[in-house]
């Protein structure tokens, strides 16, 4: 691979071991995959940081990145991590012991001396902060959030392959990423355009199950155009910025009128999409009885998406409503008093973590995101899918 005077001194320790590791490994990634050079990365998010995910190995691992002189080269955001720290136990949702809350504290501990912001949110395209990072559209990036990475290039027009998170720690250890896959814009444009114009409706559940479809039949390795979403709102593209990386692999996809991209698309396919199919798999995911909690807030909740539960539900809700965020977005909820009316009307909070990431209890769960859908089936008793709208009328009856 083709190396700077920059590149070639820090792999040969002049910036230091760990950077030099960072670096070495980094280069044989890109190798591997045939990249023909590094290129700077502006800002990176790491991933896998919750002890849920990670335990003992993973704290051991940054614990001795953290004591080599890693540092990071480029501000660095960190995904939620296995309990908020305000509620520990999760209003009885979370089985938190003692040895977990040590264990995620040497996580930070380690992510802090690196130089991570520990905002610990997967959206942190929301927090108040993001704005000082300066990234710009073809900006390039190293995420490892799934669902982040997909937003990052689905909306925010940065570019990120999908790292795994010890590789996004690893580039913002270096301040490189190799030149591969979605960082070269001739791959960031599509090919084949999916059609859902005729659509009954469009909301982030439909979208959801979208995903699911893309994950079987979209077989190439551009993004998919998306045609027929008339000015959804930002978190129906989070949910299925979400569920394309989480039921597939896909991590980016083109939404006219949301996407930016170099050029005008002119894809070779179009294909309908049928509703039939969509509808069908909708209603195998429908909730078919009182759950025990809606779960909301995978990815992260917006602003906006607080703003829509306070218009919605007009009373105190009858099923428990749990929130997931970042410290940002409540804070921001607190200051204007929105947290204040939610919680009123039942509504919970848990900052920094999720229901995935964490430790819970067994629970019969409803939500409006496939993501979180696809991941608590697998350890949950029972888990259903339907839009926001749908589940807060749900709990208002
Ligand atoms: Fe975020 Fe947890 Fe979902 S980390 S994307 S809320 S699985």
Known sequence: MELTREEEEMLKGKYGEASAKALEAIIAVGESVGAPRLIPIKHAHISGVSYGTIGEPGALFLEKLASMGARFRVPATV??????PEVPDGYGYLRITRDFVEGQSRILKALRKMGAELELTCTPYYVDTFEKYDLRVGDSVAWGESSAVAYANTVLGLKTNREGGPLALLAAIAGRIYLYGLHDDANRMPQVSYDIS???RVDEAVLGVLAEFLAEV????????????????DYYIREFAAAIGAVGSLAMAVIPGVTPLPAKPSTRRKLDVPWDVIRRSLSDKEPTSKPDVIFIGCPHASYAEL????????????????????????????????????????????????????????LKVATNSMKAYFYLSKKMPEVSLAPLTDLLRMASR
């Open 198 to 200: 005729k659509f009954p």
């Open 218 to 233: 979209h077989e190439d390795d551009f993004p998919p155009m998306i045609e027929g979403v008339a000015n959804p709102p």
């Open 79 to 84: 995904n939620p991590i296995g309990y908020d």
């Open 307 to 362: 703003t829509i539960i306070d218009r919605y539900l007009r009373k105190e809700a009858d099923i428990p409503i749990l929130v997931t965020l970042s410290r940002s977005v409540y804070q921001k909820a607190k200051n204007t008093g929105l947290a204040a009316s939610l919680e009123r009307k039942g509504v919970k909070f848990l900052r920094s973590t999720c229901l995935i990431v964490s430790r819970s209890k067994p």
